[in-house]
């Protein structure tokens, strides 16, 4: 199993690189269905995978100059406040229940973003928004729920909040969601820790290293793409991972440990 996580750890770094996000909804399954571990700690460990795969891509992104800093900052403070409530809630909830409301969340983002990508015409990079601190802290909040409750990273609701909410050019939030899933990924992860659960350290370990280099890989290559194409990408990772777990959880018995 070890030795499984790696090539999936890369493929997982590359999609977190180079669109910012969907990381931990391809992790989670993939420490589900393909590694065998069962649903809660599988969320502590993919929040250990993102948040070091993402540290990867902010780091890239930051040295490139795409990151509101200021932005990320507020965004994660809230955040982390959130995360704490929203395991607090994934706690009580059965994994079934989890995967089943995970879905049309998963669903929306990647409708909105789709729409996003399509109708942008701009193409280029765009100055940071000047978003209002009320505006930043709110969004920061709500997705901080969401990362604590479903044991994910964020990224595919972050991105889709600041393109399409605060009106930032998707490449920048890119840069700006990986700094952010780093950061409340770290708060998120703190929680489900002291919650008690624990996890399988060989193949987190392996897919955690796999993703980071992954990462690496897939920030080169979101520098060489066109913003149109990120946003799709983006979208259709998002909505894939969504129809198979609706697929799986109603029709094939859902995943083990449910």
């Not at 929040?47 to 930051?62: E, Y």
């Not at 990273?153 to 399409?164: A, D, R």
Request: charged share 10%; net charge neutral.
């Amino acid at each position: 199993m070890t030795l499984l996580a790696i090539p999936f750890g890369i493929l997982i770094g590359l999609i977190v690189g180079t669109v910012g996000g969907g990381g931990a909804i391809l992790a989670l399954p993939v420490l589900v269905y393909v590694l065998g571990e069962d649903v809660n700690p599988a969320s502590t460990a993919s929040l250990i995978v993102v948040a070091l795969a993402a540290s990867v891509g902010a780091g890239a992104r930051v040295r490139g100059g795409h990151v509101c800093a200021r932005l990320a900052i507020l965004f994660s403070v809230p955040a982390a406040a959130g995360s704490l409530a929203g395991t607090v809630l994934g706690q009580e909830v059965s994994p079934r229940l989890l995967i089943l409301t995970f879905v049309p969340v998963m669903a929306l983002a990647a409708a909105l973003t789709w729409r996003r990508a399509c109708t942008d015409q701009t193409g280029d990079e765009e100055a940071c928004p000047d978003v209002p601190i009320r505006k930043i802290v709110l969004a920061g909040a709500l997705v901080g729920v969401l990362t604590g409750f479903f044991g994910v990273g964020g990224g595919f609701v972050i991105v889709p909040v600041l393109t399409l909410w605060f009106g930032m050019s998707f490449r920048r939030a890119v840069g700006t969601s990986l700094v952010i899933i780093t950061l409340t990924g770290l708060a998120a992860l703190a929680s489900h820790l002291a919650t008690g659960t624990t996890i399988d350290l060989p193949v987190t370990g392996a897919l955690a290293g796999a993703t980071m280099l992954g990462a690496l890989i897939g920030s080169r290559i979101s520098d060489r793409l066109p913003q149109r194409l990120l946003g799709q990408g983006f979208a259709l990772t998002v909505g894939a991972v969504a129809i198979f777990l609706l697929v799986d959880t109603l029709a094939l018995g859902g995943p083990p440990g449910s």
